[in-house]
């Protein structure tokens, strides 16, 4: 028992693991937060997070790979969720959600759209706006493949374009070398390798300065995805041209000016296709940011995505 543990040094985690020791909330935790567990696609427990008032528009945001609904700290508090409802959730194989072992639960698209579907179904989404950011994007394209688009009011894509433009060009010799490197350390069996990439990535994921609390809790959440799951995620189909004729809800796209996996031309070539088709489409550029701009420049963000949440769910929007 607690009284009778032996009177060392112990770091404080531990302490509070066996004493329940009660800790106080990270920093970013909003007051109202609510928290449930959803029955994925093949029975995977999804961690669902919302916050807001339920019956106003929804906004559904998923997140990349290696992180947690917790990359959203900036949307799911503060002016985003006064004004709708907001909720986010941990990809299979991330932070606290189920992390089930075949390859195929991975490399399926129909299981990541289904994972989708089954968290709108769960919070009784009525037809939300769908964000995707990073990996997130191809399974916002996952879902418009196999749901369509009737039961969402529009798209919006940031820090990739969910594989509905070509491949980015190479990257330089040693940017690319630097990157394969670090792709073994993520697949590697050593946890300690695995710490190493994590670290190297949270480094990488913004062009500004983050501090080192955020980039600590980014590697710290890289290393709930096994290296397994991150293996698999990348033994499939990524190409999704085919799916832009059947877009037919408004999207923005965000653009991170130092963000090598966007190009800047890629998107606009997108947003005109997509206009020519008659979709309402918004690109905004955001010079000095990286790959994450809802947390590189989260106001400016919140702004203009709460403008476009509100747009697209006038009719007249459509």
Partial sequence: MCSSAPRQRI????????????????????PGLRYQTVEGEG????????????????LLLVHGIGQSHVSFEAQLRGSIPAQFHVVSFDLRGHGNSGKPWNATDYTDSAKWAGDVRRVIEALGLRKPVLLGWSYGTLVVADYLRHHGTNDLSGIVLTGAYGGLTPPPPPAPPAIAERMAR???????????????????????????????EWRARAAQIAMMLPAYARRHMFDRSLANLDLIGKIDVPMMIVV??????????????????????????????YPDAGHSPFAEEPARFNAELAEFVRAVRDPSAR
Avoid: F
């Avoid at 770091?11 to 066996?18: D, R, Y």
């Avoid at 029975?43 to 929804?58: F, Y």
């Avoid at 300690?192 to 300065?209: G, I």
């Fill in 11 to 30: 770091h404080g985690l531990m302490l509070a693991a066996i004493c329940g020791v009660a800790l106080s909330a990270p920093s970013w935790a909003a």
């Fill in 43 to 58: 029975g995977v427990p999804l961690n669902v997070v919302s916050a807001g008032d339920p019956s106003r528009p929804a």
């Fill in 182 to 212: 670090n792709r073994e350390l993520q697949w590697s069996a050593d946890p300690l390798e695995n710490a190493a990439a994590a670290r190297a990535t949270a480094a990488q994921l913004t062009a500004r300065d983050m501090g080192d």
């Fill in 256 to 285: 991170g000016g130092k963000d090598l996996s966007t190009p800047e031309a890629a998107a606009r070539e997108l947003a005109a296709k997509l206009e020519r088709q008659g979709v309402r489409t918004v690109v905004s550029v």
